[in-house]
Structure formats: C-alpha cells, structure tokens
C-alpha cells in the first residue's frame, strides 16, 4: 500500500509569502532526498491557496520527513503565517498520484484542519473550496550517483 498525503495551506497576509517560499524551497529539497519518497505535485489554487500532494513508500517514510529537517523547522511558523490550514492521507494500492479533483475531494471529506493563531472564516467552518484550475508543479525523487 502507498500512502497519500495532501496539505492545504492559506497564508493571511502577502508579508509572510517571501519566508514561506524560502521555507517551501527547502522543503522540496528535503522531500526529493528523502528515502521513501514516490513522487508529488505543487500547485497555487485561485483563492492563494498551496497544496502539496505526495505519494510515499508507506508511513514510515512520510513521518521520517515530517518530523525532521527544514519541515520540521517551517512547521513552527505553520500557526503564524497561515489563515487556513488542512491535511488529509489515504493509503491506496497504487503509486500513481491521484488528479486535483480526487485530491480536493479527499480534503474535504476527510481534512484535519491544524490550529491556527489567527484563523478566517472559512477554516474556523471547516471549509475547504474545491479549485477549480491547478498548473501543478511535479516532483520526483533525486537519484543518487553511488560511487
């Protein structure tokens, strides 16, 4: 089984978006190093919003990047940049990455909205809106040269 992973994230104010795309940068390079990881997609939604979908070898794996490096270190600025903030993971049979549509759907339905310190409506209602155009960004794992 593979484990799907998917995060929503909304900043509050445009200030914040310069440190947020310095943290997101080594953040995808942590990810495209990290044992265990399949393949992704990024990508910016209408309302602001950045989603980051991910396909890992199992849990394990997912975790050992969550909880360590450059994500370890952006996660603590999580409650004071964002406005909105969600995270959903499924296990699926295959490795391929499910569509945007699926994605959102899967959001919405099952979603764990993280605290925020200052949290907008929409997050507070436990909202999440479906995009509607995604020009996503892929991602795969860096191959290492053995020497």
Known sequence: M????????HLRAPRYLPAFLWHNLLTIWQIL???????????R?????????T????ELAMRNYRNSGSHRQAMRHLPHWCDEAAVVHWQQEDSNLPDVSKASH???L??????????SV???????????????IALHPLKTVSA
């Open 2 to 9: 593979v484990l799907i992973s998917v995060t929503r994230l």
């Open 33 to 43: 190093n990290t044992p265990g990881f399949l393949s992704g997609k990024l990508w």
């Open 45 to 53: 939604d209408e309302y602001g919003a950045f989603w980051t979908l």
């Open 55 to 58: 396909a890992w070898k199992d």
């Open 106 to 108: 899967h959001m919405v």
């Open 110 to 119: 099952e979603g764990h909205f993280t605290k925020v310190l200052h949290p």
């Open 122 to 136: 929409a997050h507070v209602s436990r909202e999440i809106p479906h995009p509607i155009s995604a020009k996503a």
